[in-house]
């Protein structure tokens, strides 16, 4: 996961998938920088 | 006693120029880029009426097909014609789109639709031999105008184009001139929502075979919305559509929560029958212009046809517990609460294992699940994969985890416990719905014993909130005999023994 330490991340989720919030916990953790999250509907 | 499911219908409508006129992504293309290869060739790619209900998933929706017949025909679908496909089905039909514009106008009661006469006159005896268009309706439709005042609205006064075959045939007027939610858009889309909503509610009241006044209350479960400037939400659609349809003693509302609206709306209306308020409800929904084409793009891109070109509708009544049909059992009720969080497995925790636990039941007690039903023949070449089977697995994969199901088992829970997709991309459409019909068929003729429907919404597309949303009922075999068994002697039937004491009582005085 140190692949994601400091570095800005984009998150976009899915409905039916992982949604943003859930991604956005784990790139946290990580030590990622969110700039944007959101979940999107693909359907 | 729980209230029971009477009957469902379910129908589409052909509506291939309203890909192109209507449909967001092609709009929203005709505004950035106007000159594209895409607006082009999107004409060329979509489906005759003939393919169109030919088409398996589409023969599916309206009951020619059962999902597990569906499962069995080689994937993909859309290159594939159905044989014998009919344009009726034993729960509704796939209309074509020139009768469509004249149920549109029926719909109408502000005249905001204007029709061509030649338009009106060549198609107004195939609409009048639609077996549940009835006369009432059929005389709303007018007689027609020429051309050229159409022309003129659409030209010069902003209204929305009607087309049938590439030609312009009418227009829907704006209803105000400056309110934005009274615009020829809104008013087209809203229009659009709810004569596939009067189409859905008439066949409903044929498939349940009751009469149209025993409807007391109608629920729309959409997701459009109707109002003027100082309500934008306003509503109410549900009464509008019981209107045209002719359900003279109901009043309704409307439920509105996204995709997951209709679960909602179920629910609510399983409750309203339950507690006594109204002896029959039906949940209603028309379809939404704005959807056709969505993954447009996509299909023209890998060479498919646009899939994505008919209006989706359906209806099902729910009336008090008549001793035969399914139950909607309000003790089984699944929800994702403001604090579940959005981890999937919260997520499908709140939505399946927690009402079930409260009831002590498995995951696999529950026959058959029906999350989000979309065909993955529309969205697996766009890139969102095969929804019902994501939702399957992640179920599946939460049996394992409660250990009530074996890891090598989780495969075979996907087909046994699940259905392949076959519902339009209709947004609220494919969201659980689509298998109460068949659920209920299904569970008359013993096949399966249990359903669970499972409605899910998106929120956060309203940007009022980060939120999920979502819910869940269980449809199960009629218990009414069993209940009464339960309860021992009715309170009528002890009248009846007192009575029969008397009777005889009398009866030996006399003789004495």
């Known amino acids: 996961m140190a692949i994601l330490k400091d570095k800005k991340v984009i998150i976009i989720g899915d409905r039916d998938g992982i949604p943003g919030p859930a991604i956005a916990e784990c790139v946290k953790t990580a030590g990622g920088d969110i700039v944007f999250a959101s979940t999107e509907c693909f359907v | ?512």
């Open chain 2, 1 to 512: 006693m729980n209230s029971v499911i009477k009957g469902a219908s379910y129908i589409l409508v052909h509506t291939p120029d309203m890909v192109l006129y209507n449909g967001t992504t092609q709009t929203t293309e005709r505004i950035v880029n106007p000159e594209s290869e895409y607006l082009k060739e999107v004409p060329e790619k979509l489906r005759s009426y003939e393919d169109a209900v030919a088409y398996w998933p589409n023969q599916t929706y309206i009951g020619n097909v059962h999902p597990e017949e569906l499962a069995k025909v080689e994937f993909p679908w859309y290159d594939k014609k159905m044989e014998g496909a009919q344009r009726y089905g034993k729960f509704g039909e796939i209309m074509p789109e020139e009768e469509f514009l004249l149920l549109v106008q029926a719909s109408d009661m502000f005249e905001v639709v204007r029709l061509e006469k030649g338009f009106v006159a060549a198609h107004r005896d195939a609409f009048a031999a639609d077996p549940v268009i009835s006369s009432d309706i059929v005389e709303r439709v007018h007689e027609g105008v020429e051309l050229s005042e159409i022309e003129h609205f659409v030209n010069d006064e902003h209204a929305e184009g009607l087309y049938f075959d590439g030609q312009l045939v009418g227009c829907v007027k704006a209803a105000h001139d400056i309110d934005q939610n009274l615009s020829a858009h809104v008013m087209h889309e809203n229009l659009m929502s709810k004569a596939s909503s009067v189409l859905a509610l008439l066949y409903a009241i044929r498939n349940a075979g009751i009469d149209k006044a025993d409807v007391e209350y109608v629920i729309d479960c959409a997701e459009e919305a109707c109002g003027d400037m100082n309500q934008r939400g306003g509503g109410n659609f549900a009464k509008a559509a019981a209107e045209v349809a002719g359900l003279v003693n109901a009043t309704g509302s409307d439920a509105r929560g996204f995709c997951a609206a209709p679960t909602h709306a179920v629910i609510e209306a399983a409750a309203l029958v339950k507690s006594g308020a109204y002896k029959t409800v039906v949940v209603t929904s028309g379809g939404c212009t704005a959807k056709l084409g969505m993954n447009g793009k996509d299909h023209v891109k890998k060479g498919l046809p646009i899939l994505e070109d008919c209006l989706g509708g359906f209806a099902v009544v729910i009336s008090e517990n008549d001793g035969v049909n399914p139950e909607i059992d309000l003790d089984l009720l699944g929800r994702h609460t403001v604090g579940t969080g959005s981890a999937p497995q919260a997520v499908i925790g709140s939505l399946v294992a927690d009402p079930l636990d409260r009831a002590g039941m498995k995951i696999p007690d529950i026959d058959k699940y029906s999350p989000e039903m979309q065909n993955p023949d529309i969205t697996k070449p766009a890139g969102a994969g095969d929804v019902p089977l994501a939702n399957y697995k992640m179920i599946g994969a939460l049996a394992v985890k409660r250990g009530e199901l074996d890891r090598k088992e989780l495969a075979e829970f996907t087909t046994k416990h699940g259905l392949t997709g076959w519902a339009p991309t209709q947004g609220h459409i494919p969201s659980g719905v689509p298998y109460i019909g068949v659920a209920r068929e299904d569970i008359l003729a013993g096949t399966i014993k249990n359903a669970m429907i499972i409605g899910k919404g998106s929120l956060f597309l309203g940007r009022m909130t980060n939120l999920f949303d979502g819910v869940s009922f269980v449809i199960h075999g009629n218990t009414a005999k069993e209940q009464k068994a339960q309860a021992g002697v009715s309170e009528e039937e002890v009248k009846g023994l007192i009575a029969k004491a008397m009777k005889e009582f009398a009866a030996s005085l006399l003789a004495e």
